[in-house]
């Protein structure tokens, strides 16, 4: 929907006095700001994906591109603008003719089209990127916005490094800007430079003495790179922008931009602030997930919302106090972001409360305390070793792992091996209480050894997948093995955790073995 739409319905003027909606927009840049990272540039097809996404998660405006930068982002734009439905469609432009003339050819398909222009206003960038003056910069900020208007009434305007640029000249570009048309004007932080309050106090001192303020939305555009991108875009929300530009997990230019999921559930969390977004904060996590797979960049596991140790609990005190009420230590439900549930993960600093709960949500109750304090110390020895216990592991600790009720069981289990020499297993199996042995050769010992199990297991069964988990630097520590092995159209999953990799490995896949369907 045009921004000009926004505007009529939500912004009052009453004299002096402004009375703005509480509704914030969301303009989206991954797919602009958060592209131009090195190695995380997405092809046609895959900018589609993510615009859909941002569809369904409900931001107002997608930027989709610089359409004059590359033939490449000139079709991204094209093919987006087809892909999306409701959002807004936004082509960025330098203050030039040209630019505005490629943009407007790229967005013909866009049911909403936005054109962002703009030009730097600081001194830094008027002295030395234009070798220009402040009066000049001014003609050539309303020129472009001009420009554009002869093609969309939705235009955008930038003024570069605001975040640097003097306040009263900063407030003669922007009111120049929107009387030449702009219905929207973003504040950007270029270099991240900015406090908080004084990036606030930047948009505040725009809304009370820009003429003509109320015809236009201000927005906040904010970089990282001093660690403050979402403190200084919320300061600007506080003090009057109804737009801010982020990006999905952050990422962007340098040290990135404003994280939307953190925008959002600010607002979500803070509602006495009394303002909101269209986002579905449900598919926050889905969405992040997909950038960082696309662009081939990691969430870093603390980042804020979306990092895997977001809703994590690894202290004794912390997960204590989360099982007795989720709320002593989680401000937002991991539901509110699109993922399952909280993560108690289990170190050497857990408590015995941590690994009763831990042991029940897998099916053992263990009410004997001489019993717990038992698998608690064990657990320690083994936390000491492991950065994290997983499941599999406290129920080997427990001896709830399901080996004693197995129909298959490794009895034992020698390997012969070494540099020049052909590896060779044999084994025992006990299958429901008959003794098998066998044994095999094999291109290394974990091939022989089930090379030899499968000569007592004749079944046709393919080793689907094998993986070995790092533990830790120890040469003695705990490895643990999954596995997937396909046996008769079905896929099943094992696992084996011992300080021999090999017999790990055979555990693995006789884990496998007795979950064959009969």
């Known amino acids: 929907m045009p921004v000009s739409f926004f505007i009529i319905t939500f912004v009052v003027s009453i004299g002096k006095r402004i009375i703005m909606s509480e509704r914030l927009y969301v303009f989206d840049t991954t797919l602009r700001d958060g592209e131009q990272v090195p190695g995380c540039q997405l092809n046609t097809v895959e900018k589609i994906q993510v615009a859909k996404k941002l569809e369904l998660l409900g ?25 999306v439905t409701w959002p807004t469609v936004c082509a960025l432009t330098r203050a030039v003719e040209k630019d505005i003339d490629v943009a407007f050819e790229s967005l013909r398909y866009a049911k909403h089209k936005r054109i962002h222009t703009g030009i730097g206003t600081s001194d830094f960038h008027i002295r030395y990127k234009f070798n220009s003056t402040r009066e000049e910069i001014i003609e050539r900020a309303v020129a472009a ?15 570069e490094d605001a975040g640097r640029t003097e306040n009263e000249y900063l407030a003669r570009v922007v009111e120049a800007v929107i009387k030449a048309g702009a219905t929207v004007v973003n504040i950007p932080d270029t270099t991240g430079y900015c406090l908080p309050d004084e990036f606030g106090a930047k948009i505040k001192y725009l809304m009370e003495h820009v003429d003509g303020v109320d015809r236009a939305i201000l927005s906040t555009h904010c970089h990282n790179d001093l660690g403050m991108a979402t403190a200084n875009t919320l300061s600007g929300v506080l003090n ?55 662009m081939n960049m990691p969430v870093q596991p603390n980042k804020a919302i979306v990092g895997r140790n977001a809703f994590a609990h690894s202290s004794g005190i912390h997960q204590d106090g989360v099982l007795k009420n989720v709320e002593t230590y989680e401000i937002m439900s991991p539901h509110d972001i699109g993922l399952v549930d909280n993560s108690i ?34 657990f320690l020895e083994l936390a000491d070793k492991k950065k994290e216990i997983g499941d599999a592991d406290i129920l080997m600790l427990a001896g709830a792992d399901i080996a004693d009720t197995h129909a298959v069981k490794l009895d034992f289990l ?15 199996l006990d299958i429901s209480g008959q003794k098998f042995e066998a044994a095999s050769t094999g291109n290394g010992p974990v091939d022989a050894a089930i090379k030899a199990l499968k000569k007592i297991i004749l079944k046709q069964m393919t080793l689907k997948e ?21 046996y008769d ?8 955790a011992n300080t021999d990799i090999v017999t790990a490995s055979v555990e693995a896949y006789i884990d496998c073995i007795n979950k064959f369907k009969k």
């Open 414 to 428: 020698q390997v012969t091996t070494g540099m020049g020499v052909r590896s060779v297993a044999s084994l025992g």
């Open 345 to 378: 993960v289990l170190t050497a600093r857990s408590g015995r409360a941590a690994l009763k709960h831990r042991l029940h949500v897998n099916g053992v109750d263990i009410e004997d305390d001489a019993k717990l304090d038992k698998i608690y110390q064990k």
């Open 59 to 83: 931001v107002d405006v997608i930027e989709a591109g610089f359409p004059i930068s590359s033939p490449g982002d000139f079709n991204s734009v094209i093919e987006i603008s087809k892909a």
């Open 466 to 486: 094998f993986t070995i988990q790092a533990i830790s630097k120890g040469s003695d520590d705990v490895g643990k093995v999954h596995m997937q092995v396909e």
């Open 240 to 294: 009057g922008a109804r737009q801010v530009e982020v990006t999905i997990n952050g990422i962007g230019e340098r040290a990135g931009n404003t994280s939307l999921e953190e925008i959002a559930m600010i607002l979500k969390c803070h509602k006495g602030l009394d303002i909101e977004t269209n986002i579905n904060t449900r598919r926050i996590y889905p969405t992040s997930r997909l950038v960082s797979s696309l």
């Open 489 to 496: 159209g079905q896929l099943y999953y094992g696992f084996g």
């Open 145 to 159: 916005v001009k420009y554009a208007k002869r093609y969309v009434d939705d235009v955008e305007f930038y003024a």
